[in-house]
């Protein structure tokens, strides 16, 4: 996303806990487009870290006009079986709480000058239940409904023109170990594929959107007929 971000001509601020892979990402985007990317440390699990990205960012580029929440760790088990809270705990911190850090830190300047957008990358899973995947899948629930109470929030406001967008997926291709680890039904999809497809449905002004598009409908039809038949 940050390569077809600066391939639109935006500038970008890379924030990542991995400092290595995150200034490879930045050397990446600006062979790309020289000067139009700029790598930061942040730990978006932790309040006290995100509130100094904002400082920093802010401070080198002026102001945010889109904010991007794609951070997430992939957990597999059940709660049955393979419950540990410390790591319960962290994946909780990184998948659900850093999505309301984040918008805590940025947010209020766009309500000021009333422009931004927020797009929240969540998931297929935030539209049905995923087997031993339950904190996963919760945490995308989670910020599925928090990005819908912020957007009711906005509205208040008439005037408003500040949007956000929710994303939801299907399994992206982003490692090997990913991929052999789900029984995809379907094949899964490419990141480049997914990253043109988030901004094409970010440019439409969507609420929300799945990814293949028509996935949206077809849960929420099967979803229905489930809960009909139970």
């Known amino acids: 996303m940050a390569l077809e971000f600066a391939r639109q001509g935006c500038k970008v601020a890379c924030a990542e806990i991995q400092k ?11 062979q790309v487009a020289p000067g139009a990317a700029k790598g930061y440390y942040c730990d978006v699990g932790n309040v006290d870290s995100v509130e100094a990205l904002k400082e920093q960012v802010l401070a080198d580029f002026g102001r945010v006009d889109i904010l991007v929440n794609n951070a997430a760790l992939i957990v597999a088990g059940s709660l049955l079986n393979d419950f540990k809270p410390h790591l319960f705990e962290n994946v909780v911190k990184v998948n ?19 422009s931004g957008h927020i797009v929240c990358i969540s998931s297929m899973s935030a ?92 849960v929420t039809l099967i979803n229905c007929k489930s809960r009909i038949n139970h």
């Open 20 to 30: 290595d892979l995150n200034e490879e990402t930045v050397q990446m985007v600006n």
């Open 96 to 114: 659900f709480l850093s999505h309301i850090w984040m918008c805590r830190a940025f947010l209020p300047e766009m309500v000021k000058r009333n």
């Open 127 to 218: 539209l049905t239940g995923l087997p031993n995947a339950s904190l996963y899948a919760s945490c995308k629930w989670a910020i599925t409904g928090f990005m819908e109470s912020i957007r009711d929030e906005l509205r208040i406001n008439r005037n408003n023109q500040v949007k956000t967008t929710v994303v939801c997926p299907y399994f992206i291709n982003t490692s090997a170990e990913y991929v052999n680890m789900v029984d995809c039904r379907f094949p899964e999809l490419s990141a480049s594929g997914v990253a043109r497809e988030v901004i094409a449905g970010m440019r439409e002004n969507r609420v929300i959107f799945s990814i293949p598009r028509n996935q949206l409908f077809v």
